[in-house]
């Protein structure tokens, strides 16, 4: 399975960008798919995640109120939407998944996740 992570940027302090993950040859169906960030010299921290059988969502608190994630069942696609970006979330954006339902502690670890995008740069600057 092939994850293709896209969207990132460069955008202003208080501006908004979409960023898409594709699966190739398969859907989605009964996975489990997560956005994860990473900055030089950290560790891969979690961002958000949907479980595609029932849409069950989690954010990080960092997320909460100012990101959105969703899914397109018809194009095997799943959508975060950042509104309000800060230039704390400058990153290399990852999108992750696992062919299953996570249970909630999971979610939030990247070694729950089999699969992984080659990463979209985010930078929010002015």
């Known amino acids: 399975v092939q994850l293709q992570a896209s969207g990132g940027g460069l955008v202003q302090p208080g501006g908004s960008l979409k960023l898409s993950c594709a699966a190739s040859g398969r859907t989605f169906s009964g996975w489990t798919v997560g956005w994860f960030r990473q900055t030089p010299g950290k560790e891969r921290e979690f961002v958000s995640a949907?479980?595609?059988?029932?849409?069950?969502?989690r954010y990080a608190d960092s997320a909460k109120g100012r990101f959105t994630i969703s899914r397109d069942n018809a194009k095997s696609t799943v959508y975060l939407q950042m509104n309000s970006l800060k230039p704390e979330d400058t990153a290399v954006y990852y999108c992750?998944?696992?062919?299953?339902?996570?249970?909630?502690?999971?979610?939030?670890?990247?070694?729950?996740?089999?699969?992984w995008g080659q990463g979209t740069q985010v930078t929010v600057s002015s």
């Open positions: 949907i479980r595609w059988a029932d849409r069950n969502t």
């Open positions: 992750a998944a696992a062919p299953k339902s996570l249970i909630f502690s999971a979610t939030f670890t990247p070694s729950s996740y089999d699969y």
